[in-house]
């Protein structure tokens, strides 16, 4: 099941090419996205998922994005959604067609089934492999056009690392920065999880801000946890409570292994965190 509708409101087919071959976010991964999890026709953090996407477009240069628009399109998938209760939807903008001054970006929402394969993560967690980033901390200050903490369509480097992981026996990967600091998932946010407090990366490093992070720090907060955004190092995540790699459609997912060491089991940790994020949607 899929759903197609651009910005201007016009709902296409899927199945059928829709999209320039001369456009930059095909060309040249000149673009920026955004994936939010729709739980029984409701979106969860469209909010902050549309305030990421604004600041991703100011860290490319693109317009501001209409905010009303994009809720309107992104609504309209929805509504026209006939397959399961959730929904992986995608928020795509790109610069448009290369060489026209007068062309205006293509933006469109894409409305896709959840993977089996997300769902079995969700239940069982994953195993994960620490990989180099190529960065260190200071690097998103010092070089603001690496887009660091932008979500951009150029993911060939994450991409690579997941088939890296694959290769290696695991499903998923943590990457590192300068001096073994831990850094962020290709897709996700990491969360580590010691004596009931939740601490993540500040995003002053360059990682990504992460929508599921917070909404499940502000869920843990309720719940009594202590949220603290702290440099973390590899050597912790193997001495942690638990483990967790946070993302719009996998939600709160543990990492059972790290590097082809086992970690202490989190299974009751996970649980307690998962319901926590799920009271913000109750």
Known sequence: ?????????????????????????????????????VVDGKARELGPHLERLAHSAAMLDLPVPDRAAWER????????????????????????????????????????DIEEKVVT???????????????????????????????????AVNMAALR???????DDVIFTAGEDSVFEGPTSTVVVVRDRVLYTVP??????????????????????????????????????DGVMLASSVRKVTRVHTLDGRKLPDSAAVHAELLTAYEGEYA
């Open 1 to 37: 099941m899929r759903v197609l509708a651009f910005l201007d409101g016009t709902l296409a087919d899927p199945d059928t090419t829709q999209i320039r071959v001369d456009d930059l976010g095909l060309l040249r991964g000149d673009g920026i996205f955004e994936t939010i999890l």
């Open 73 to 112: 399109v992104a609504q309209l998938v929805i509504d026209n959604w006939t397959g399961g209760r959730e929904i992986a939807l995608k928020l795509l903008l790109t610069r448009g067609v290369d060489g026209d001054p007068e062309a205006k970006p293509t933006g469109f929402a894409l409305g896709l």
């Open 121 to 155: 993560a969700r239940a069982e967690g994953v195993a994960a492999v620490t990989l180099e980033r190529g960065i260190d901390s200071g690097l998103a200050k010092r070089a603001p056009w690496l887009l660091l903490g932008a979500k951009t369509v150029s993911y």
């Open 164 to 170: 890296e992981a694959k290769r290696r026996g695991a």
């Open 203 to 240: 995003t002053d490093t360059g990682v990504l801000p992460g929508t599921t992070q917070a909404a499940l720090f502000r869920g843990a907060e309720r719940a009594g946890w202590t949220i603290k955004f702290e440099p973390l190092r590899v050597s912790e995540l193997f001495e942690a």
